[in-house]
């Protein structure tokens, strides 16, 4: 395997950047650290017994094998295997701890970090309010039969701080984490590949003081009679002791597995990477270097060809890590490329995207327009905080260059490269009606926007939470590996006696769990040469003085949005924005630190 790809040359990494560390580090993971670990690990299938074993990977250290560091050492320089896999160059591999894990041992574990992680965890884009009970789906009946949800009234109806479901359905306190519709096509064929896994639908409570509770989990399969008899569901609720409580707390694992799988391959791969790849293209094929908008956009594309190419040909590859580490296995892009059917591009702009879940609505007098019906929700809040920062420097920057829509509209380098991206770049939806149709400034603004949040915010927001939240594979486990045991079964007896054990040999294995944190430590660190929002590597990029002090006041705005968002981490009435595992929601904090620090904004997707 070379990672000599073919990108055009301005394109590539052309400064001194941790990623041509990272591109060593990855080529060296795949290409001769994963064959001998693979060996080593079937020779002698180790789980882990406990979850000392597992903290031992980031406390005493985790004993490699004799004689796999020498074999490995004869591809790798020592220094690159002492960085990769944190090792001391003996025999012992260590991780540094996960903050998830930094204060609290165990407080992952409880439900209220369970639901906090769906609005301040690294999956914070997927919730939605309830607007139907029970649960619908979207499947195709004369296709996949009644997937109708089988939750029903008296499953809830104790924990709903005295309410009905009308009433808590009326006043906007139900919502949902939804894996049901995405995986269950699949699931027949996920299934055949040795993982096990279920739909699923997890139903939440807004309490009064503004955290989520875990209401009920539906876990589902397909019928074993065929797709057009629907699916077999079972409903769980929580519980906290004897069996049932490890019940629930599977449960939740197989709930997270499948936030973990929608993570990586749909709020990250698919609505970061991939879908800002074609404004790259374009933008540098039709716009000249001198267009005010190729300026405009210019930095956020740094990298981003380059870091791509090296995923195709090393991480979702067909055989590559994400197959062996994530539970869709040889799936992934196909599932990862039905799901772009439908994708839309108004629809990834903030405000419409927090509208479209239904956990916000249209609100003339509120700040950004829109008004949060979680009000504690720190994605959310920040977010729009920074969506609206780039936002108004879009439009001064747009309003200084073209002064009515008529320009916009004569703009033949403008009008060539709205062309090509909708027709070429993004062909496969060039019929869709929604389209801005780049005929005034504020469809130019509002594109520029989404396409700035998008390679800068939203890339941050599900990308730099990855070690800090699931560098402890228990929270975030990517493959489950049997069922929920049965009554009667030895697995049931095993649940009852040995409960930690049997949710250890359910979640991801030891190889897949060395693997896969070995990969996010390195994809969740920021480079020593990293450019934030607010920044720009060139000094001399424009001499328009109006330019230059609107971009001035976008960094001052962002400063603000900074001391804001400390003094809402430091504000113990806002709950989620810590949670029970003691970690500051800090991942739209513009500016940021080198490596594993969990905060900082990239002007780009550059890792």
Same mark, same amino acid.
């Given at each position: 395997m070379s990672l000599d790809i073919y990108v055009p040359r301005? %394109?590539? !990494?052309?400064?001194? *950047?941790?990623?041509?560390?990272? $591109?060593? $580090? =990855? *080529?060296?993971?795949?290409?001769?650290?994963?064959? /001998?670990?693979? @060996?080593? !690990?079937?020779?002698?299938?180790? /789980?882990?017994d406990s979850f000392q074993d597992v903290l031992n990977l980031y406390e005493g250290g985790f004993p490699l094998p004799e004689g796999l560091l020498k074999d490995i050492g004869d591809n790798i320089p020592l220094p690159m295997i002492k960085e990769i896999f944190r090792t001391d160059g003996e025999r012992f591999l260590r991780f540094p701890v996960p903050q998830v894990i930094k204060e609290d041992r165990t407080a992952w574990r409880t439900d209220e970090e369970f639901a906090r992680e769906m609005l301040a965890g690294v999956n914070p884009v997927t919730i939605r309010r309830l607007q139907e009970f029970p649960p619908a789906s979207k499947l195709d009946p004369k296709v996949y039969g009644d997937h109708s949800s089988t939750i029903t009234e008296q499953h809830i109806k104790n924990n709903l701080d005295g309410l009905t479901v009308h009433q808590a359905l009326r006043g906007n306190r139900l919502f949902i984490l939804d894996h049901h519709d995405a995986f269950m096509p699949y699931l027949r064929r996920i299934n055949s590949t040795g993982n096990q896994i279920y739909g699923s639908r997890t139903l939440l409570f807004l309490k009064s003081d503004g955290t989520l509770k875990p209401l009920v989990i539906e876990l589902s399969l397909p019928h074993p009679d065929g797709d057009q008899f629907g699916?077999?569901? *079972?409903?769980?609720?929580? @519980? %906290?002791?004897?069996? /049932?409580?490890?019940?629930?707390? =599977? @449960?939740? $694992?197989?709930? @997270?597995?499948?936030?973990?799988?929608?993570?990586?391959?749909?709020? +990250?791969? =698919?609505?970061?990477? $991939?879908?800002? %790849?074609? !404004?790259?293209?374009?933008?540098?094929?039709?716009?000249?270097?001198? +267009?005010?908008?190729? *300026?405009?956009? +210019?930095?956020? !594309?740094?990298?981003?060809m380059n870091i791509n190419a090296q995923a195709r040909q090393i991480l979702i590859n067909a055989g590559g890590i994400l197959e062996t580490t994530v539970f869709p296995a040889k799936y992934a892009m196909e599932l990862s490329a039905v799901v772009y059917k439908s994708w839309v591009f108004p629809d990834q702009a903030l405000p419409a995207d927090l509208i479209k879940r239904g956990v916000a609505v249209k609100d003339a007098n509120s700040p950004h327009g829109v008004r949060l019906l979680i009000e504690d929700y720190p994605y959310a809040v920040d977010g729009l905080n920074i969506w609206s920062a780039i936002k108004t420097w879009v439009t001064d920057y747009c309003s200084f260059y073209y002064k009515t829509d008529d320009m916009v509209q004569k703009d033949t380098e403008l009008q060539s490269w709205w062309k090509e991206l909708v027709e070429q770049g993004h062909g496969d939806k060039k019929n869709e009606p929604w389209w801005p149709k780049m005929q005034t400034r504020d469809e130019l603004i509002e594109t520029c926007t989404i396409v700035i949040w998008t390679a800068s915010a939203l890339h941050a927001a599900v990308n730099f939470g990855q070690y800090p939240f699931a560098g402890y594979l228990p929270n975030r486990p990517t493959v489950s590996r049997r069922f929920m045991p049965e009554i009667g079964t030895p697995e049931y007896e095993e649940l009852k006696t040995n409960p930690d054990l049997a949710f250890l040999k359910t979640v991801t294995a030891q190889l897949q769990t060395v693997l896969g944190v070995s990969l996010i430590e390195i994809l969740s660190r920021h480079a020593s040469d990293e450019v934030y929002l607010g920044q720009r590597d060139t000094p001399g990029w424009t001499s328009d003085t109006k330019v230059l002090e609107a971009f001035e006041r976008f960094g001052k705005k962002l400063a603000e949005i900074e001391a804001e968002i400390i003094r809402m981490n430091n504000d113990g009435k806002l709950k989620n924005r810590v949670g029970p595992v003691k970690v500051p929601y800090t991942l739209l904090y513009p500016t940021g630190e080198v490596g594993l620090s969990g905060k900082g904004i990239p002007n780009s997707v550059s890792i």
């Open positions: 301005d %394109e590539r !990494f052309g400064h001194l *950047k941790m990623s041509d560390f990272l $591109a060593y $580090a =990855l *080529k060296s993971l795949v290409q001769f650290i994963r064959p /001998e670990l693979q @060996a080593v !690990f079937d020779k002698t299938p180790n /789980e882990f699916c077999t569901s *079972k409903v769980y609720t929580p @519980a %906290e002791h004897g069996v /049932e409580s490890s019940i629930w707390q =599977l @449960a939740k $694992a197989y709930v @997270a597995v499948n936030d973990s799988g929608f993570h990586q391959l749909i709020s +990250h791969w =698919l609505n970061t990477h $991939a879908v800002i %790849e074609p !404004f790259v293209i374009a933008t540098n094929r039709q716009l000249s270097v001198l +267009h005010p908008v190729h *300026k405009l956009l +210019h930095p956020h !594309f740094r990298d981003t």
